[in-house]
């Protein structure tokens, strides 16, 4: 029963999280399509906008310029059809209203979306043409009040003239009187005119009488002369409108207009997520796509210079000897090659070591694989005390230090890889192996005479620099050297001439000429098949040891192993 409850809980979980991963598949997806919907309504919004102005002011020219042309035509029109005219913009301003929106209410709507910007266009457009529309009514207008004037200041001329010529008439008849008065007063004597009874007198005085009338009609008639030439001279004054020009700064508010939506649609562009996440992407895509045909292309350029100009070079340099007197033997490869091997294996998956009251046992800690319990083991921290640094990088650190009372046997193996093999080599008195000791695993010395280490450095040799191996580690017998090789060791003689990949050496007689050649092909090395050089060994006698396959796990490929190949081309400078 409780078997059964469990299973129906799990399926009923299980079921449970695959609905709700349906669910939030759909919920995302239906995000994603509304946000897909709206980042493409954006972008089409956004690139009508980003032209809208250019194709707004060629909108305002070529409207400017139909409206001038326009009310240029009507400058020598009559009164009648400049009325016509006026009539008919102001009946067109009116239907464009009608159907117009404010400028400023369509900005809002794209900050939340919708095809709207072909409206928005349309009615800084219609707003334009209003503008226009008003600007030459008013020009027309300004036509009609200076032809209407043309016909008023003509009447005026004609009413100015008509009052000068009675005032020329009221002068008249006043010098006329007072010409009469001089003439009588000249004929009459003095005491006639003073005398009230007199026809002189009365004559004189009804004279006189006139004069006052006359003189008054003639100011009278001067000063309306007066007033209507004021009036004539100031129709004068007044003039014809100047010629039409469309002031473009009353388009600077539906030009602010347009970059209000502008904004309002990158905006709206911006708060998309699609765009808040793939922004970031694109900004640093330049500089990946960069680093990725760096991180291709340079390594395959270094290569080929490696290749076709380093490797040639150091191919051609004389080799070397590190010590040419040392003796070359090596007991188990003498032993092997005796027995007629042409490549004899000297490791197995196991080797048993044999020590005695006189020799010492170092080994590391991993390939310890039996030991007998009467042993005394203690920790060897470093292999040699005289180089630290060597010991520490090749891994012959915190060693395992066995002694015995007597004959024993200790069981070396690779206790975690599987791809690995053990190999003793014996050297004897005066034997010098030239040996990588991050190959090494363990070290068989006289307990009264440790194993003799000495460091060799040809900064002097071009050869070494080119092929990034100043430094030689020599080891000196009489000693049994424990090394491991994936999938084994090999030991082969070097007197005739051998080539071997450099990958794959361990190590070779002190006393060998040693030089390198480049690799067989380019390809190879450029796939990290094989390495740039091959060692070659000559002279001897000697023998030079080497595993079967190269740094398992570790091909460079096209574009090498990065940190880890710096790292050991460090090592191989230093010769570790």
């Known amino acids: 029963m409780k078997a059964l409850l469990a299973d129906v809980f799990h399926w009923v979980l299980r079921n449970s999280i695959t609905f709700l991963t349906i669910v939030l598949i759909l919920v995302l997806a239906t995000f994603v399509q509304k946000e897909v919907k709206e980042l493409s309504a954006a972008m089409t919004d956004q690139a009508t906008l980003s032209g809208g102005a250019d194709e707004f002011r060629r909108y305002i020219d070529a409207k400017e310029k139909e409206t001038t042309d326009r009310a240029m035509q009507f400058e020598k029109e009559s009164v009648a059809r400049l009325k016509s005219r006026i009539e008919a913009i102001e009946r067109r301003i009116q239907e464009t209203r009608a159907t117009q929106k404010s400028p400023a209410s369509q900005v809002l709507p794209l900050l939340t979306g919708g095809n709207v910007v072909g409206g928005f266009l349309d009615v800084l457009k219609a707003d334009a043409e209003i503008k226009l529309l008003q600007q030459e009514k008013a020009y027309l207008e300004g036509l009609l009040s200076a032809a209407e004037n043309v016909g008023r200041r003509g009447d005026a001329e004609q009413e100015m003239e008509r009052r000068r010529q009675l005032h020329v008439a009221a002068y008249a008849v006043l010098m006329k009187n007072e010409s009469g008065q001089a003439a009588l007063i000249d004929c009459c004597s003095f005491s006639a005119r003073l005398n009230p009874w007199s026809s002189d007198y009365v004559r004189l005085a009804s004279l006189k009488a006139a004069n006052v009338e006359l003189r008054a009609a003639n100011l009278a008639a001067y000063e309306s002369y007066l007033r209507q030439s004021r009036v004539v001279a100031f129709m004068q004054k007044l003039k014809a409108p100047v010629p039409f020009n469309a002031a473009r700064e009353q388009f600077a508010d539906s030009l602010d207009a347009l970059e209000q939506g502008r904004r309002a649609v990158d905006q709206r562009y911006g708060r998309n997520w699609l765009i808040k996440f793939s922004t ?80 010492e046992l170092l080994v590391h800690p991993e390939y310890l694989q039996s030991s007998p319990v009467r042993g005394i083991k203690d920790t060897k921290w470093l292999l040699d005390w005289s180089f630290p640094m060597s010991s520490l990088v090749s891994g012959m650190v915190t060693l395992t230090r066995i002694r015995a009372g007597g004959p024993e046997t200790v069981t070396v193996s690779a206790t975690k890889d599987p791809f690995i093999e053990i190999g003793v080599l014996s050297l004897p008195e005066g034997s010098v192996v030239i040996l990588q000791p991050h190959c090494l695993v363990g070290v068989v010395q006289r307990r009264d005479s440790p194993l003799g280490i000495s460091s060799h450095w040809r900064l002097g040799s071009l050869n070494a620099w080119l092929t990034f191996q100043l430094r030689y580690l020599a080891f000196h017998g009489p000693a049994e050297m424990i090394v491991k090789g994936c999938r084994g060791v090999r030991i082969e003689r070097g007197d005739s001439g051998r080539s071997i990949n450099q990958a794959a050496t361990i190590g070779f007689s002190a006393n060998l000429s040693y030089s390198t050649s480049r690799c067989e092909t380019f390809v190879s090395y450029l796939l990290g098949k094989q390495e740039l050089f091959n060692d070659n060994f000559s002279g001897g006698p000697g023998f030079y040891i080497y595993e079967e396959m190269p740094h398992f796990g570790k091909k460079a490929g096209i574009t090498g192993r990065g940190l880890e190949g710096i790292a050991d081309s460090l090592l191989k400078v230093l010769g570790v």
């Open 280 to 359: 970031p992407v694109f900004e640093v895509l330049p500089t990946a796509i960069g680093v990725l045909l760096a991180v291709i292309f340079v390594p395959v350029g270094i290569k080929a210079f490696f290749y076709f100009v380093i490797a040639p070079i150091a191919s051609r340099r004389p080799a070397i000897c590190i010590l040419p007197l040392a003796s070359g033997v090596i007991e188990s490869g003498t032993r092997e090659l005796a027995n007629g091997g042409e490549r004899p294996q000297i490791s197995a998956v196991a080797v048993s070591v044999s020590i005695d009251e006189h020799h």
